[in-house]
């Protein structure tokens, strides 16, 4: 956990073909974010996608079995977002601004339908700028994931499609 970025851009560095994405949670996201700034200032592209939910989920949903809910909200009411969007109000941390003042730039995401554009304008910046792009995806704040150490014994905690 959190060792996204600079993974992704040590594949990048690694391999300056490759088209690199990586995939995250906000937590994990937030936890060595500084690091953008090296792929802004060695001009390192990839698509970081980061799906928030404004809450450390995996770690929630480890408590359930204990009757435990305890401190894994990453939720405050930003003074400086607020009134941007109800549906955002209380997400907390802007990415989309620290990722732009970390030199990088970043799209949000806030319905499944706007992906595909923002996607595709995610490519045209990394092309033009040279920098690693993100795509903040804001998804509902409690919601249960698959899990399980193995994949013969994945617990579902959702009723499946």
Not at 100 to 127: D, N, T, W
């Amino acid at each position: 956990m959190g060792w996204t970025i600079p993974a992704a851009l040590g594949v990048r560095a690694a391999d300056p073909d490759k088209k690199i994405v990586a995939f995250s949670g906000d937590y994990d996201f937030q936890f060595m974010i500084e690091e953008l700034a090296v792929g802004a200032q060695h001009k390192l592209p990839y698509l970081h996608i980061v799906v928030n939910n404004a809450y450390l989920g995996l770690i929630r949903q480890s408590q359930r079995g204990f009757q435990m809910d305890y401190q894994v909200s990453l939720a405050f009411e930003n003074i400086n977002t607020v009134g941007d969007n109800d549906a955002e109000a209380g997400y907390g941390v802007d990415h989309v601004t620290v990722v732009e003042g970390l030199g990088c730039k970043a799209i949000r995401v806030r319905h499944p339908s706007e992906f595909k554009a923002a996607f595709a304008r995610a490519q045209a910046l990394m092309a033009e700028h040279q920098v690693p792009v993100v795509l903040e995806c804001i998804t509902e704040r409690v919601t249960n994931i698959s899990m399980g150490a193995d994949i013969n014994s994945v617990q579902e905690f959702e009723e499946l499609p």
